[in-house]
């Protein structure tokens, strides 16, 4: 039997219904075992600096996953606000190729648009879809908000540029199907984020 497919889901307690339902399209689509783990409530130290606290109730859950994984296996970080369309396996068996995390992959002009009232016409790129190699992620939660504390780095940097990683233990493979913002396109869109 085959290591079963991870799946670390980010949310806060209004949305437990929604990682249910995240769950259940995972399911529906995909003969692999699935493992769902709902990270809510995690605790999370507050950084001392208002302009480093999480953005969302589990901004940082992401940081969580290899040790909550006892740093063994690979997983994936999904947040709560997402539906999938297709098998997972095709997302969970994207390569390493030596790299520790996978994100999302450069976007296309016409995926970085959006029509929707006050967006940015520009999209950063995005890390609610992440591959995890926990084998090799040190990584401890305390640790990363000390390092917040210390002013080792910014809420940004660290959520943006993945700063605790060196560029070549990053590797940009995810499709943008894999995380369609707010466009779904029938045939073409596997996870939808309706943020």
Known sequence: MSEPVRVYVGADRSQLLAIKVLEHSIQRHTELPVEVH???????RVPQDPSNWQRTGFSFSRFCIPELANYQGKALYLDADMLVFTDIADLWNIA??????????ELADEQQTSQKKDAPKKRVKQC?????DCDRLNWKIDDIITGLD????????LMFDLCLLKESEIRYAVPFRWN????YQPGETALIHYT
Do not use: T
């Open 38 to 44: 709902a990270m809510v409530d995690l605790p999370v």
């Open 180 to 183: 369609s913002m707010e466009q």
């Open 150 to 157: 210390r002013n080792d780095y910014s809420y940004e940097r």
């Open 128 to 132: 609610a879809v992440m591959l995890l």
């Open 96 to 105: 390493f190729d030596s790299a520790k995390v996978i994100i999302q992959a």
